[in-house]
């Protein structure tokens, strides 16, 4: 992966911690998420992998949340039309395998694509979130994802 100031954007970062590893980045001009650099950042264990994704939890869950995971590209992509053969049949499978284990009654999946300045992303290399509300939240607490 070729390095450059664009894997990231401050302005989504939601937390002092997790601006922090990401002014480390925008230093260092790595991909975070690209398999030279993700044990760099990224300090969850990886529960599965494949070639096309891995699967581990999100470092910063969003408030409000059970569970919420990362599926994470294996190779460095920024739109779906980056995503090789196959990928998707190994994405549903990772998503399948985290419902039972986890056991979800209710969750939802998200993937943002394309410039990061625009789609709420935080970083710039493709990954989908597995995430599940807590059951014990209240009535009116929502788990919030940003897009746009």
């Not at 480390?24 to 529960?47: G, M, R």
């Not at 569970?67 to 190994?90: N, P, Q, W």
């Amino acid at each position: 992966m070729k390095k450059n100031d664009n894997y990231v954007n401050l302005d989504n970062a939601r937390l002092d911690d997790q601006r922090r590893v990401m002014e480390d980045i925008v230093v260092n001009q790595e991909c975070p998420f690209c398999p030279e650099f993700i044990n760099k950042y990224h300090k969850q264990a990886i529960l599965r992998k494949g070639n096309h994704w891995i699967l581990t939890k999100n470092q910063w869950p969003y408030d409000n949340t059970d569970t919420h995971l990362l599926a994470i590209a294996t190779y460095h992509a920024e739109k779906l039309a980056d995503l090789r053969d196959g990928s998707f049949d190994e994405l549903l499978s990772h998503m399948v395998w985290a419902e039972k284990k986890y056991k979800v009654k209710a969750g939802g999946l998200a993937i943002r694509f394309g410039s990061i300045a625009k789609n709420g992303a935080t970083v710039n290399h493709l990954h989908m979130h597995l995430i599940v509300p807590s059951v014990n939240k209240p009535n009116d607490a929502k788990v919030k994802f940003k897009i746009g």
